[in-house]
């Protein structure tokens, strides 16, 4: 072939001052100031284009022995790119061009040469009409030339900038290009040589070829620091070409002749190999297996893999032992170093997997980086018109808003991925990180310990003989001045005493900052000397060498034992298996002292007392009912501490858990299987099995001194878990909670009917705790009573009880509440309608000790769990019950009757004007409400359901500081309305409503489920009920039944208040008529005469068991008159037509007779209620008909 220079032209830069003379040595101002060509400059300066060209030590994945691995290898940056300019355009070619399917990579190591070779159409072999020289000389041997310069053109290929293959050119001693353009019938042949200073004259002839085109180089090794193509660089070569193949489906893709099959993106992802492809089964910790069971494992390693939309491939591998990697592709170019495209899909992984974590481990505080050094991520994405950091390309720069599409991963994908193993690394580190702060709160022995306030400390603590001495912990400060009484008889040398404040904290579920706040938890390690992660085997290593657990005998008082207990086998197991460091004193929770010999029995647990009370006269006895610790007189505290020693039970490590629970072990310590059965929240599953078999019978003798930890959890704990679902957990029947029941009961007692029955709440929980036996502090009696009374948004639809002053504000979700001794209340205005008096009589009312209380439920007249709603989390159980619209239930309930077809209820409620839309089956979306008053100001008239008005303000201070959203508000609240006006940044208004965001953005929706309604039923059962009307149909089987029940005994009682008038009216008629002579006769002989005249004996009311004659015997002496005989005739007459009535009026018009009788008092209160509520609505409310 012919070859032609290219002249470098150049020129001289002239200086308006004359040179100056310089030193021998010194460089000339031609040497000093320099002008190079473009090409000069390239070679000059080549890692301005091409990156650096010496070899450079790196880490790369290369393609080795049929796998992709990770190496450490010496390769020129810049040898690599000029390939990859080559290698890419082929692949943009595939993009613009569908008949371009093949390409073959060919790599000459004897030569030194690399050939790239692509079919499709060829390029333009024509002769540019600007420039005078074909097209493929133009774009291969031109500087600056490319069909990339459009940006307003959208384009998903590598190129640029202009440079790309023209620095192959450059940087090659020889470049052959070839190709045929079948559509003008060319074929066109140039060389370059000499870095592209050389070329020789294109050649251009005739074909008839299908087209191609065909690039072979002979990079400038010695511009490398080179003589040959080494191992290193091929393999780094060879996998750049596999890189193609994997990111292009449906091309061909050969190299060196041999087809490669990884022709997906997941076939690509399975040739890399990493470190380890096993993970151990359990990772073991101090004191506990911290492997997420509760997770069914992805196996460690293997690719989660998702292709979203034709743009983007992503796979994931979990593989903790090679920290964060990616590997990653934009348009086939390699970004090595990732950029906004690997964030864009990462970041968005790493948020959906904490918010998983973070519901599961709410405990666990994890920075993205923790999830992400875990992961290894593989991205193959399309993006429009790509900018990178470098003419390297090795990271992408373009913003996530302008690729042209987003990524967005299945939910299943995510889910895949956090049952992968990748939360037990997490959770790892972070019990590493915890176990080191809290050091920090460490005890030590020491003989003295300062700081603590209540602490009694003993004489011998921290001293060497430690070992002898008991620490006392007692359930509050009443307990403390029980013990320190009782501590007379023993002395203070050995026994130090400290009061505990209510409840301890569940260690087992805390997070560290819950546990570096906890004064309790601290004080507890600084009084023993207990030091974190440290593993005791001899109790004369701490303060004190035993606890005692000084607690009230009650339930209450199993649960404050076993929170210790938790407390320290979470953290310290050795120490449980200490037999006598962990102890308790029981004392009794029931006295009966017999009434003539004073001799008094103890009970130490209620099942005993109820044992004894069935087979003893209680009458002749006087029982009194211990509260707690602090009702024991300083002689009963002495006469507990007598003999302490022998007294205490020790709980020991060991015995098979099985034996008291079906509930299949996971762990085969079982002091640990009944731990973490007892108190972690995971095995809340479990846990309702372990309570389906509850049985109050099942307890421990106190005679019993030596008890295993599970035998404690087991016929203890239990106990307190059983009582904990009956408090949290109301009944279908009444919608009650005991306290609840109890509060009602109280409030019908008092006869609390009116206004000017009102008392103080204070009063009311002290009379109800009285004649209600509540056994436990008044103060939950008085936030129940309140909580009855509210009558704000979201909290009762119809208030039980009767708000006379500040029971509470959706300001603050009645936490603002004024004092129980300032405010006052009643029975509700509608109360009396829904519980009726004519059930009072049917009811089951148990007793206390011989004390008539509460019944074991009313019966409303409709269900009023679900008018009011419910919510409580007890142990294995919890529930959430909405509240229903009292119309839409009553409705239903005429439909039950009527057997039509039920209507399907959305949660409602009272005054609140917002909507609530159903998103799913048990799903629904509650809304606020705002208006749109100006270009980027909206005014919030309503908040969900829940969302108190003062947090809401708070967050939109939060919003109005960051200056991201709002940038400002007013407020122009009440108790009762919600005004905010909100003005937010320009544009942002329109852009939420354009992505239909302004809800979520602006916290003005929430979500509400029905999927977790549990109630015990009728037989006191913990029952689950899938929608409202599952509620009601069980609810309207039970009044139905009830009205039966009403109904014959109201026919009983009629009747029998007939017997009594007709056989008054006889005894009348018998006297006037002289059969029954009364004067002057003894009282057996009148008794005579009624039993020969066959008058029956009769109690004295109805139900009543005193039968005699006394309700004829005892009438006046008036009664002997003819207007007594007619008064009680006309009594008859009416008692009989009443008697009529009510047999000829069925159970469900009984019912319905009620029902409507509720919803025209329910339409009289409601309009009453609306006089009450500033309202901006114009005109009075209207009165809805009454259902018939």
């Not at 939950?780 to 009767?802: E, H, K, P, R, T």
């Not at 409303?860 to 919510?871: A, D, E, K, Q, Y």
């Amino acid at each position: 072939m012919k070859r032609y220079k290219v002249k470098l032209t150049s020129f001289r830069v002239c200086s308006r001052m004359a040179p100056k003379k310089e030193a021998k040595d010194a460089k000339s101002i031609e040497e000093k100031y320099q002008k190079k060509t473009p090409i000069e400059h390239i070679l000059t300066r080549p890692d301005t284009y091409i990156g650096e060209v010496k070899c450079q030590k790196e880490t790369h994945w290369v393609y080795q022995d049929g796998t992709i691995i990770k190496k450490d290898i010496e390769v020129p940056p810049g040898l690599i790119k000029i390939f990859d300019e080559i290698l890419v355009n082929a692949c943009d070619h595939t993009k613009t061009d569908k008949t371009c399917d093949t390409i073959k990579v060919t790599i000459d190591t004897s030569n030194n040469e690399i050939s790239v070779w692509n079919n499709g159409r060829g390029i333009d072999v024509e002769i540019h009409g600007e420039h005078k020289i074909y097209v493929p000389e133009l774009i291969f041997g031109e500087l600056l030339t490319s069909t990339n310069y459009d940006d307003n053109e959208k384009r998903t290929t590598g190129g640029r900038n202009g440079y790309g293959s023209k620095l192959t050119n450059i940087f090659s001693t020889k470049f052959l290009v070839e190709t045929v353009d079948s559509e003008r019938k060319r074929k066109f042949v140039q060389e370059f040589t000499n870095n592209m200073s050389e070329r020789t004259k294109p050649k251009v002839s005739s074909c008839t070829n299908k087209s191609y085109t065909c690039i072979t180089f002979s990079p400038d090794l010695p511009k490398f620091g080179l003589d040959t193509l080494t191992d290193d660089i091929l393999s780094l070569l060879r996998r750049r070409v596999y890189d193609i193949a994997g990111t292009h489906n449906n091309i061909k893709v050969y190299l060196d002749d041999i087809r490669l099959h990884c022709n997906t993106f997941n076939k690509y992802i399975e040739l890399y190999k990493f470190k380890s492809d096993i993970v151990p089964d359990v990772i073991e910790s101090d004191n506990e297996s911290v492997a997420t069971d509760d997770y069914n494992r992805t196996p460690f390693g293997e690719v989660m893999y998702e292709e979203v939309g034709e743009r983007w491939k992503v796979g994931v591998i979990y593989n903790p032992e090679n920290g964060h990697e990616s590997v990653s592709f934009v348009n086939s170019i390699n970004t090595y170093q990732g950029g906004n495209h690997v964030n864009h899909v990462l970041d968005n992984i790493v948020d959906r997997l904490k918010i998983i974590l973070n519901k599961k481990h709410k405990d666990i505080n994890v920075k993205p980086a923790q999830l992400k050094e875990n992961i290894i991520i593989f991205v193959d994405a399309i993006i429009d018109n790509p900018s990178f950091t470098s003419q390297t390309k090795e990271t992408l720069k373009t913003k996530p808003s302008e690729f042209g599409s987003k990524c967005e991963l299945s939910e299943k994908f995510i889910l895949r991925l956090a049952k992968s193993g990748i939360f037990d690394q997490v959770i790892i580190m972070a019990k590493i990180k915890e176990a080191t702060i809290l050091k920090k709160t460490d005890g030590k022995k020491t003989t003295s310990v300062k700081g603590i306030p209540k602490l009694e400390d003993a004489n011998w603590a921290g001293t060497r003989k430690s070992n002898l001495c008991y620490l006392i912990l007692t359930e509050g400060d009443s307990a403390k001045a029980m013990a320190l009484s009782g501590r007379e008889v023993v002395g203070a040398d050995r026994f130090g005493v400290f009061p505990l404040k209510g409840k301890l904290l569940n260690v087992r579920e805390a997070n560290t900052k819950q546990l570096l706040e906890n004064e309790e938890i601290k004080n507890i390690k600084k009084i023993m000397g207990l030091q974190q992660g440290k593993e005791y085997n001899e109790i004369s290593e701490l303060r004190y060498g035993h606890i005692i657990l000084l607690t009230d005998s009650d339930v209450d008082g199993y649960h404050i034992s076993g929170l210790l207990m938790n407390f320290i086998h979470f953290f310290w197991p050795s120490l449980i298996k200490i037999e006598g460091f962990l102890t308790s004193l029981s004392t009794p929770i029931i006295k009966a002292t017999h009434n003539r010999s004073k001799n008094i029995i103890p009970f130490y647990n209620l099942s005993d007392y109820d044992d004894w009370k069935s087979k003893n006269n209680t009458n002749e006895y006087f029982i009194k009912y211990y509260k707690g610790l602090g009702t024991s007189d300083k002689t009963e505290a002495k006469e507990y501490f007598m003999d302490i020693e022998k007294k205490l039970i020790k709980y020991i490590d060991i015995e098979d858990t099985e034996k008291y629970t079906k509930v299949k072990p996971k762990h085969h310590d079982t002091t640990n299987e009944a731990m973490t059965l007892a108190f972690e929240k995971k095995r809340a599953d479990d846990r309702k099995v372990w309570l389906m078999d509850y049985d109050k019978n099942k307890i421990l003798s106190n005679d019993q001194k030596i008890v295993t930890v599970p035998q404690f959890i087991n016929k203890s704990l239990i106990h307190f878990s059983f009582e904990d679902n009956t408090r949290s957990i109301p009944s279908l029947c009444d919608g009650f909670k005991p306290s609840q029941r109890k509060i009602l009961y109280g409030t019908i007692l008092r006869k609390l009917f009116n206004k000017k029955d009102e008392i103080r709440v204070a009063q009311l929980a002290g009379f109800v705790s009285d004649k209600a036996c509540y056994h436990h502090g008044e103060a939950s009696l008085q936030g129940a009573i309140i909580n009855m009374a509210q009558d704000f948004v979201g909290s009762n639809n119809i208030n039980i009880l009767y708000p006379s002053g500040q029971f509470g504000s959706r300001v603050n979700g009645g936490k603002d509440a004024a004092s129980p001794r300032y405010i006052h209340t009643f029975l509700g205005t509608l109360t009396r309608y829904i519980f009726r008096g004519e059930d009072d009589p049917i009811l089951k009312y148990l007793d206390d000790d011989g004390t008539p209380i509460e019944p074991e439920w009313y019966i409303p007249i409709l269900p009023i769990v679900l008018v009011n709603g419910s919510s409580g989390i007890g142990t294995g159980f919890s529930t959430d019950i909405p509240c229903y619209n009292p119309k839409d239930i009553i409705e239903n309930i005429f439909r039950k009757m009527n057997n039509d077809k039920l209507k399907s209820m959305t949660p409602w409620f009272n005054k609140f004007e917002g909507k609530i839309d159903k998103t799913g089956e048990g799903e629904y979306s509650v809304y606020g409400k705002y208006e749109k008053v100006g270009d980027d100001t909206i005014h919030i008239t309503e908040l969900p359901v829940g969302t108190w008005t003062s947090p809401y303000k708070e967050f939109l201070e939060e919003q109005e500081e960051k200056k991201n959203m709002i940038s400002a508000y007013t407020s122009n609240i009440t108790d009762e309305k919600i005004s905010f006006t909100v003005n937010l940044k320009t544009d942002t208004l329109t852009k939420l409503n354009d992505n239909n965001t302004i809800y979520q953005k602006l916290k003005l929706v929430t979500k509400m489920s029905t999927r977790n309604m549990h109630l015990y039923n009728a037989e006191g059962r913990i029952t689950k009920y899938s929608s409202p009307n599952d509620i009601l149909k069980e609810f309207y089987d039970i009044r139905l039944m009830m009205y039966t029940k009403r109904k014959v005994y109201i026919i009983d009682k009629l009747t029998y208040e007939l017997d009594v008038l007709k056989y008054k009216i006889m005894f009348i008629e018998y006297i006037l008529d002289k059969k029954i002579v009364i004067e002057r006769q003894k009282k057996d002989a009148i008794i005579k005469k009624l039993i020969e005249y066959d008058f029956p004996q009769l109690a004295s009311s109805f139900k009543n068991k005193d039968e005699s004659y006394d309700y004829l015997t005892n009438m006046f002496l008036f009664s002997l008159t003819e207007e007594k005989i007619d008064e009680l005739k006309k009594k008859i007459k009416d008692k009989q037509e009443e008697l009529k009535i009510v047999k000829d009026t069925s159970e469900i018009d009984m019912w319905k007779s009620e029902l409507n009788e509720l919803l025209s008092k329910y339409e009289d209160w409601m309009i009453d209620q609306s006089k009450k509520s500033v309202t901006y609505k114009k005109g009075k409310p209207k009165k809805n008909k009454i259902i018939v």
